[in-house]
Structure formats: C-alpha cells, structure tokens
C-alpha cells in the first residue's frame, strides 16, 4: 500500500491534469469506452466527469473521494454481480489506478476533451507526438542510457543479462521467426558474439520472411474478400507479400518502403528495384463488390483505405471523424474528407508481367469464351422456361398420379419431385390446403395463372432496369476479377415493381427453385445437365455444338499472364463532398484534397495532380510523427511492449510514451541512419535491455509488474506462424524456399507458415486458434489468449502428430533422449530430465515422447 500511494504521489506530482492524461484517459480509453462513450451501455458515459458522477441506470458510477462508495470500484474489483469489463479483468495496478483517481475527487480535465469550433491551436501543433525531432547524440549505451535513467527514478533494479542459450534463442526468433540449430547454440556457446550473430541473422533472408510478416499484419493482407455468401479471389496476392519480404531483406530506406505503398507507379527507386508490386497495399482491398449500394460500398472502402493509412502509418486515428470532428484530436472532417478524396481519385489497376502483345492475345481470346459462356447460358435459359411452361402444363397429370400412387409411364425424377412437393405440410405452401379433394386440373390452372403473372412482374422488372439504366458514359468502378459497377446507381437494386401475393410467390418458388447445396431443383426446373431430354432434336443439335466450340475455345486458351494487384489515378480525379453524419447520401461542402491541418502550415498546399497519391506519400515521411510511429513498432517487435502502448494511437487517446527521450532518439537515429530499420534493429538488439534475463523480481513487480519500464525481458508465446514452423523445423521437416504462390496450410504443406494463403472469407483454423489477426482490419499487434483449445490442439491435431512421428524418426543416435533435446530446445537434458525420458520410452514409445516435448511450454515460449 505504501507503494502503490508513493507511486500515485510521484506520477501525480507533475499536476492532475497531465497525471490524468497520461494514466486515466489512456485507460479510461482502452477499457472502457468501447461500451460506455458514445454507446451509452446500460446508459452510462465515463467520457466526462459530469458522465461519471451521473452513471447509468444502475445509479452514480463514483463518488468523488469515496471509493468504498463507487460502483465503479466494486464492478472492477469484480465484487458481486457486476463485473466489468466482461472480457478480460484489469491488472491490480489498473484498480489501484482507479482507486486514486476517485479518492483524489475525480479530476477530469474538458479542455482535453473537446474542440472548440474545429479550430487548430498553437496547443494542438505542440503535441509531444507532432514535434520535431531533436538531433540524436549517439553512443555505444544510448539506450541504455535511457532506459537506465527511467529505472533509477523508479528505484528498480534491473534483471542482469540472460544465460547465453536464452539470448540466442530469442535473437533467432525475433529476428528470423526459427529456432536456432544444434550448431548455431554451439557456435555462440563457443563464441558469444551478439553483434556478429546479430549481422548474420539480418543478412539472412529469414529476416525478411519474420519482419515481413510483422507489416502485413498492418497492411490487413489476405488473398481474397467475401462477396454476400460467396468469394472473391486475388490470384497474384501473393507478389505483394514476396515484394514487402524482398524490401526488407534489401534494407529498403522505409521512407521509400512508404512511398512505395502508395504510389508505387509514380516513383522510381535508385537501384532499379520495381516499385509497383507495392501497390497491393491498396490494390488487395478490401474491396466492398456488392456487399451493398455503390455509393456505400465505396464510402466504406475509402473509409478503410483511410484508417489504415493515418493509423499504420502516422499513428492516428483519423477515420473516427468520418461522421463528425474528431472529439479528442485536432482532426476535422474537412481534413477526413481531404484524405478520402485522394482515394475517391483512385481505382483498381492491374499491372501485366507480360509483353504487351501476349496481354492482348489473352484477352481477347478470353473475350471469346465469355461470349460463347453466355450464348449457351441465354439458351439454356430459354430452353428451362420453355421445359418449365410445358411441364405445368402436365401438372394435373403427376398430381394425378401422385393421389393414385401409380407413376406409370411418367419420368421418375419428376414424379419424384411432385411426391415431395405435395406432401409439404400446409403451414410451407398454404396453397396446397386440400389439394387432395380438388380437381387436379384446378391446381394446375392455379400454377399456369402464377406463371403467367410471374412471367409479366419480370417483364415490368425489364423495362424498368432498362429505363433507369445511367447513361453512356456514366462513371463506374472497376474492381478486381472483372467486376464492374455504376457508382451512382446499381441497375436494378432500386427498382420497384408489382410483386406476386405472398402465397403465389412462395408457390412459385418452391416449384421452380434452382438446386443449392442443401436442397433440390424445384418440381418446374431442369438443371442443365438434365436439359437434353426436354429438348427437340434441333435444340439438343444446337446445344451440343455451343458446347462443343466453348470447349474447343477452352483447349486453345494461352496460359494466363502473371499481373500485379494495384491502383493508378483515376482520369479524371477530384474532390469529394463532405458526407453529413457519414451519409454518402446527405452530401454538404467539397473538402479539396490535402494533408491533415494539424500536421501541415496554417495554409495547407491543396492537391491538384492527379490522386493525390503520391503528395500524400511525401507528406507521410516528412513527418516527425511518421518516424516516431516506425521506431516505436520496431522496438515493439523486439522488446515485446512498445514505447508507445498503442501502437497505432499516438493522438489523445492513445498511452503516451513511458520513455519519451529515448523514443525520439530511435526515431531520430532512424532518420539519420537513412531510415534503415536493419540498423535500427542492431543496434537495439546490441543493448543491456534487449539482452536482458526474463525471471522475477518482487520489488520491481511491486512497482512496475507489467514491465513497462523494461528492467527485465517479456517472456513471450510463440505466434501462431513461428509456432507452425518450429514444428516443421524440429521434425527436420520444413522446406526452406523463399518466395512463390501461395498454398493451402493444410497437414501436406512444409513450407513457412508466411506462404499459406490468408482468407478473409474464411481464415484458418489453426491460425484463428493461435491469435492470427483479422485480415479485414489493420492490425497495430497481436493480441495474445491462453486457452483450452490450443493445448487440444496439440494433444489432437493431425499435423502436429506428424511433426512428432517425424521427429521420432530422427532420433536415431546412442543418446536419442540428449538428441531429442538438442533438436527441440538446443541443450542437454538435466539429469531428471534424461531419467524421465529414458523410462518413458523404454517401451519403445518415441513418436508420444517426442509428442510430449513439442507440446511443452519450453518449446511453446521465448523468454
């Protein structure tokens, strides 16, 4: 207790108002706000004090001064029925928080919260995260330096250095994403050198394949994006990921690795190394297809297209003012709109890896079979309404039948389908209500007349498609594999016509419904593999040779040509109209396009070339911010907790920074090392607190229990895709090829977990399972859970049985268990250890021990 109030009186010493802004709003922000800001859940805001003091239904949130008294305090500590928040319960320190807050009278200072009439202040500009770098001063313990300083104040000691097999096997994973060999422990045992191994593991193209991998999180990349129930593939997906592993492995400068992503196609890198594939940032989606009106489908992807670029790139949440002025950063809608227009002003391009000839020859041969494809489709529709008429025309016939339970010379499919129909309970098909004592021959002029009208209502729906059509010319959106939409209107989405009465439709329905997955054709339709027989001679003459020349065209097809997913400008860009409350529909004042205010001149430079793109591009890396943002997710990756605790929220809401100093010399050493992130990696990872011991300390917990101030290392669980490959890796299995399509990650596939196919139409289930980021979203990190089914899944799991077989049959020396041991954790087993094993396989039971060793926390962890 006395720590905790001494600990409250140092960070409150600087004034409440920054104590609040740097530890309540933060936390106030992560935890709770989701449900109780704008939400109003259960009818409680804890976005102001007034908010707090007021509560919910259930009464104040808190007393000021009294936190005995506050049902805030109670839900938290989780005493009684209220628990908050549901999910996952806040640490003792986030409580004890809390706790002062209340007891030193709620302290909550407006002026931090809202705009006043969207106006930029001196205030706003001289945000810690928008000020300009200082002049880094290098030197061997820089970091050190910093960090040090941090921990003295705080009167921790730091952990000392880790035993040497703990430091090689936590270089080998952050920066490759494998395990190290038996020889590679062997070496650094016999000559421990970080900065060498350091320099060899950066050279190694695994570096790329691991760090890669830590941006595309970011970049939300996948291979395909769902269209209603069905699917959208990205067939050359896999090039952007090659193209973001090659940049990294080459050092690319980030500032030109920035650029690259948004405007590819109109820079040219020094060293001849193309660019464009770079623009699958953009050109992967998510794209919306026919997810829902043009007008919404394309606010929703510049909205998307927003977010991920202020939030991956500038740390800023700048999509929150799509619907108004953001309430807590300097960031309007006009600035919302201004960035949305640049992407307004881009479309979906695809850039061919193929003679331009070679292009036009696939093309236009492709042309060709389309058409042929929707000649045979036209007649094989005609010919199943025509099958259809003539079949309800003979309807009186099968219902006949049926009543009599005599098919006679009637086909038995049909007479099937009829049998099924007519005997659905009357609640599914009202119409049929006492069809058994009527005249079968007024069912059927019951089914003709429905047909009719049937026929009618789409001849109306026709007409009117066809009068409310756009006009030539008219601007339309092209994504990819062929789709192509009107941007104002959706041919047919809105038009209006007589519909059939609820019954007569259901009938219609259900005697002409097309076969699914779950259900057969109804009584009326003819698949078309069933057609031929309905035909006349001459039909089924015609019929079989439109298919005969599709398939002759099919057979002459040219291989299809490898292209690139990307976006260009549009032909003639421009800005768009600030939607009201987010409206694409309720549209209020054009926004030019240009950066954001806060971060530009009291007159920002509108954008009149072209998107746009590439202005934004160089505005992004002239940015302190932009810097900041980089080296706070390098050091992230390596240290396990950013500098910066929100990753991608440098604005109000966002943590702010627990070593300021030491998070402006990164960035600045990230500038002046010509924005090498290799460079800034070595020389992190070549610090006393990278290279730290992961154990305990009580009194350092006492004080700083979540480690932010770093005086020891973060044991860490392995992700979901160095979990995967370890595995492959130990049982001697995994197939080191760089690069190259995609494969599905089934139990056969050996390659780097980096080259299966990512779906956001339906992700992995190993993946999911192991924490895998949604591939719809950015994503500033990767949320770890401990759960049941992952230990199942190493208990059941079909690849992980195989990985251990494999393994198994590696251990074939005079000392398997001492083998086994080196293969999987790279040392010798204690004395327990080598006991234990020897009498567990004394019976031969190698494939369960290995099993056993692979499903360990030693194998699961890094510490």
Same mark, same amino acid.
């Given at each position: 207790?006395?720590?905790?109030?001494?600990?409250?009186?140092?960070?409150?010493?600087?004034?409440?108002?920054?104590?609040?802004?740097?530890?309540?709003?933060?936390?106030?922000?992560?935890?709770?706000?989701?449900?109780?800001? &704008?939400?109003?859940?259960?009818?409680?805001?804890?976005?102001?004090?007034?908010?707090?003091?007021?509560?919910?239904?259930?009464?104040?949130?808190?007393?000021?001064?009294?936190?005995?008294?506050?049902?805030?305090?109670?839900?938290?500590?989780?005493?009684?029925?209220?628990?908050?928040?549901?999910?996952?319960?806040?640490?003792?320190?986030?409580?004890?928080?809390?706790?002062?807050?209340?007891?030193?009278?709620?302290?909550?200072?407006?002026?931090?919260?809202?705009?006043?009439?969207?106006?930029?202040?001196?205030?706003?500009?001289?945000?810690?995260?928008?000020?300009?770098?200082?002049?880094?001063?290098?030197?061997?313990?820089?970091?050190?330096?910093?960090?040090?300083?941090?921990?003295?104040?705080?009167?921790?000691?730091?952990?000392?250095?880790?035993?040497?097999?703990?430091?090689?096997?936590?270089?080998?994973?952050?920066?490759?994403?494998?395990?190290?060999?038996?020889?590679?422990?062997?070496?650094?045992?016999?000559?421990?050198?970080?900065?060498?191994?350091?320099d060899r593991l950066l050279a190694s193209p695994r570096?790329?394949?691991?760090?890669?991998?830590?941006?595309?999180?970011?970049?939300?990349?996948?291979?395909?994006?769902?269209?209603?129930?069905?699917?959208?593939?990205?067939?050359?997906?896999?090039?952007?990921?090659?193209?973001?592993?090659?940049?990294?492995?080459?050092?690319?400068?980030?500032?030109?690795?920035?650029?690259?992503?948004?405007?590819?196609?109109?820079?040219?890198?020094?060293?001849?190394?193309?660019?464009?594939?770079?623009?699958?940032?953009?050109?992967?989606?998510?794209?919306?297809?026919?997810?829902?009106?043009?007008?919404?489908?394309?606010? &929703?992807?510049?909205?998307?297209?927003?977010?991920?670029?202020?939030?991956?790139?500038?740390?800023?949440?700048?999509?929150?003012?799509?619907?108004?002025?953001?309430?807590?950063?300097?960031?309007?809608?006009?600035?919302?709109?201004?960035?949305?227009?640049?992407?307004?002003?881009?479309?979906?391009?695809?850039?061919?890896?193929? +003679?331009?000839?070679?292009?036009?020859?696939?093309?236009?041969?492709?042309?060709?079979?389309?058409?042929?494809?929707?000649?045979?489709?036209?007649?094989?529709?005609?010919?199943?309404?025509?099958?259809?008429?003539?079949?309800?025309?003979?309807?009186?016939?099968?219902?006949?039948?049926?009543?009599?339970?005599?098919?006679?010379?009637?086909?038995e499919t049909l007479y099937s389908r009829w049998k #099924?129909?007519?005997?659905?309970?009357?609640?599914?098909?009202?119409?049929?209500?006492?069809?058994?004592?009527?005249?079968?021959?007024?069912?059927?002029?019951?089914?003709?007349?429905?047909?009719?009208?049937?026929?009618?209502?789409?001849?109306?729906?026709?007409?009117?498609?066809?009068?409310?059509? +756009?006009?030539?010319?008219?601007?339309?959106?092209?994504?990819?594999?062929?789709?192509?939409?009107?941007?104002?209107?959706?041919?047919?989405?809105?038009?209006?016509?007589?519909?059939? +009465?609820?019954?007569?439709?259901?009938?219609?329905?259900?005697?002409?419904?097309?076969?699914?997955?779950?259900?057969?054709?109804?009584?009326?339709?003819?698949?078309?593999?069933?057609?031929?027989?309905?035909?006349?001679?001459?039909?089924?003459?015609?019929?079989?040779?439109?298919?005969?020349?599709?398939?002759?065209?099919?057979?002459? #097809?040219?291989?299809?040509?490898?292209?690139?997913?990307?976006?260009?400008?549009?032909?003639?860009?421009?800005?768009i109209r600030i939607a009201l409350r987010g409206d694409?529909?309720?549209?209020?004042?054009?926004?030019?396009?240009?950066?954001?205010?806060?971060?530009?001149?009291?007159?920002?430079?509108?954008?009149?070339?072209?998107?746009?793109?590439?202005?934004?591009?160089?505005?992004?890396?002239?940015?302190?911010?932009?810097?900041?943002?980089?080296?706070?997710?390098?050091?992230?990756?390596?240290?396990?907790?950013?500098?910066?605790?929100?990753? #991608?929220?440098?604005?109000?809401?966002?943590?702010?920074?627990?070593? +300021?100093?030491?998070?402006?010399?990164?960035?600045?050493?990230?500038?002046?090392?010509?924005? #090498?992130?290799?460079?800034?990696?070595?020389?992190?990872?070549?610090?006393?607190?990278?290279?730290?011991?992961?154990?305990?300390?009580?009194?350092?917990?006492?004080?700083?229990?979540?480690?932010?101030?770093?005086?020891?290392?973060?044991?860490?669980?392995?992700?979901?895709?160095?979990?995967?490959?370890?595995?492959?890796?130990?049982?001697?299995?995994?197939?080191?090829?760089?690069?190259?399509?995609?494969?599905?990650?089934?139990?056969?596939?050996?390659?780097?977990?980096?080259?299966?196919?990512?779906?956001?139409?339906?992700?992995?289930?190993?993946?999911?399972?192991?924490?895998?980021?949604?591939?719809?979203?950015?994503?500033?990190?990767?949320?770890?859970?401990?759960?049941?089914?992952?230990?199942?899944?190493?208990?059941?799991?079909?690849?992980?049985?195989?990985?251990?077989?494999?393994?198994?049959?590696?251990?074939?020396?005079?000392?398997?268990?001492?083998?086994?041991?080196?293969?999987?954790?790279?040392?010798?087993?204690?004395?327990?250890?080598?006991?234990?094993?020897?009498?567990?396989?004394?019976?031969?039971?190698?494939?369960?021990?290995?099993?056993?060793?692979?499903?360990?926390?030693?194998?699961?962890?890094?510490?």
């Amino acid at each position: 207790m006395v720590l905790s109030v001494a600990l409250f009186l140092l960070q409150a010493a600087a004034g409440p108002a920054q104590w609040f802004e740097e530890t309540i709003r933060p936390l106030l922000a992560a935890r709770c706000l989701g449900c109780h800001g &704008d939400a109003r859940v259960s009818g409680l805001r804890l976005d102001s004090r007034e908010g707090v003091l007021k509560g919910g239904r259930r009464g104040p949130a808190a007393v000021a001064g009294d936190g005995a008294a506050s049902l805030l305090v109670r839900a938290v500590r989780r005493d009684g029925e209220l628990k908050m928040p549901p999910n996952e319960p806040l640490s003792p320190q986030e409580i004890a928080v809390l706790e002062k807050w209340i007891a030193v009278g709620l302290p909550y200072p407006e002026a931090a919260v809202k705009r006043v009439g969207g106006k930029i202040t001196e205030a706003d500009r001289n945000w810690w995260a928008f000020r300009p770098l200082p002049k880094p001063v290098a030197s061997a313990g820089a970091i050190d330096g910093f960090v040090g300083a941090r921990l003295a104040r705080e009167g921790i000691q730091p952990l000392g250095p880790a035993p040497r097999a703990v430091l090689v096997r936590r270089l080998f994973y952050d920066l490759t994403g494998l395990p190290p060999a038996a020889e590679d422990f062997e070496r650094f045992d016999r000559r421990p050198d970080v900065a060498a191994e350091t320099d060899r593991l950066l050279a190694s193209p695994r570096f790329g394949e691991r760090w890669g991998r830590h941006w595309l999180d970011i970049a939300r990349y996948a291979e395909d994006d769902w269209r209603g129930l069905g699917q959208e593939k990205y067939a050359n997906a896999w090039r952007y990921r090659d193209w973001v592993v090659d940049a990294l492995n080459r050092d690319l400068p980030y500032d030109v690795f920035v650029k690259a992503q948004l405007a590819g196609d109109q820079i040219t890198d020094r060293e001849g190394f193309d660019l464009r594939p770079a623009l699958g940032l953009l050109g992967l989606g998510p794209w919306q297809y026919s997810n829902s009106p043009p007008p919404q489908a394309r606010a &929703d992807e510049r909205h998307e297209r927003v977010d991920m670029v202020s939030r991956g790139f500038l740390g800023l949440t700048v999509a929150c003012a799509r619907c108004h002025d953001h309430k807590f950063d300097p960031i309007g809608m006009a600035d919302y709109y201004a960035l949305a227009g640049v992407f307004a002003s881009t479309e979906y391009r695809e850039y061919p890896l193929a +003679p331009a000839a070679e292009v036009e020859r696939y093309e236009s041969h492709q042309q060709l079979i389309r058409d042929k494809e929707k000649q045979i489709a036209a007649f094989v529709a005609a010919r199943q309404g025509e099958a259809a008429a003539a079949l309800a025309a003979q309807s009186a016939r099968y219902i006949e039948a049926v009543r009599r339970g005599e098919r006679g010379d009637l086909p038995e499919t049909l007479y099937s389908r009829w049998k #099924s129909y007519l005997e659905l309970p009357q609640r599914d098909q009202p119409l049929l209500d006492g069809w058994r004592q009527e005249d079968p021959a007024e069912l059927q002029a019951l089914i003709l007349s429905v047909l009719a009208e049937r026929n009618e209502i789409e001849e109306a729906r026709k007409l009117a498609v066809e009068r409310t059509k +756009p006009k030539a010319g008219a601007a339309k959106t092209r994504l990819p594999n062929g789709f192509e939409t009107y941007d104002e209107f959706c041919p047919g989405c809105d038009v209006v016509v007589r519909a059939q +009465p609820r019954d007569r439709s259901v009938l219609w329905q259900e005697l002409h419904r097309e076969p699914s997955k779950d259900r057969g054709p109804g009584v009326l339709f003819i698949p078309e593999k069933e057609l031929d027989e309905f035909l006349t001679a001459e039909s089924r003459d015609k019929l079989a040779a439109l298919r005969r020349e599709l398939a002759e065209l099919k057979s002459r #097809s040219p291989r299809p040509y490898p292209y690139l997913h990307g976006v260009a400008d549009k032909a003639q860009p421009s800005n768009i109209r600030i939607a009201l409350r987010g409206d694409p529909y309720q549209l209020g004042a054009v926004a030019p396009r240009r950066f954001l205010e806060v971060l530009g001149s009291a007159e920002p430079e509108l954008w009149t070339a072209g998107s746009g793109r590439l202005q934004l591009a160089e505005a992004i890396v002239k940015q302190p911010l932009t810097a900041r943002v980089a080296a706070n997710r390098v050091w992230m990756n390596l240290m396990g907790r950013g500098i910066v605790g929100s990753p #991608s929220n440098f604005g109000r809401l966002g943590e702010r920074p627990t070593h +300021p100093e030491l998070l402006d010399y990164l960035a600045a050493r990230l500038v002046e090392q010509r924005w #090498s992130i290799k460079s800034l990696i070595r020389e992190i990872v070549l610090s006393a607190a990278y290279q730290r011991a992961s154990g305990r300390s009580v009194r350092a917990e006492a004080v700083d229990a979540p480690n932010k101030l770093y005086w020891r290392a973060n044991r860490r669980r392995l992700d979901a895709e160095a979990l995967r490959d370890s595995l492959l890796h130990a049982a001697g299995a995994l197939d080191g090829r760089v690069g190259g399509e995609s494969e599905e990650l089934g139990a056969e596939f050996r390659r780097r977990t980096l080259y299966g196919k990512v779906s956001r139409f339906k992700l992995n289930e190993a993946l999911a399972l192991f924490d895998f980021p949604n591939p719809s979203a950015t994503s500033e990190r990767r949320v770890v859970t401990h759960v049941p089914l992952q230990r199942l899944y190493f208990l059941n799991n079909e690849f992980v049985a195989r990985q251990a077989a494999a393994l198994a049959a590696r251990l074939t020396g005079p000392d398997p268990v001492g083998q086994a041991y080196r293969l999987i954790f790279g040392r010798p087993p204690s004395p327990e250890e080598r006991r234990l094993g020897e009498e567990f396989t004394r019976t031969g039971q190698w494939t369960q021990y290995a099993h056993t060793l692979l499903s360990s926390n030693e194998f699961l962890f890094v510490d």
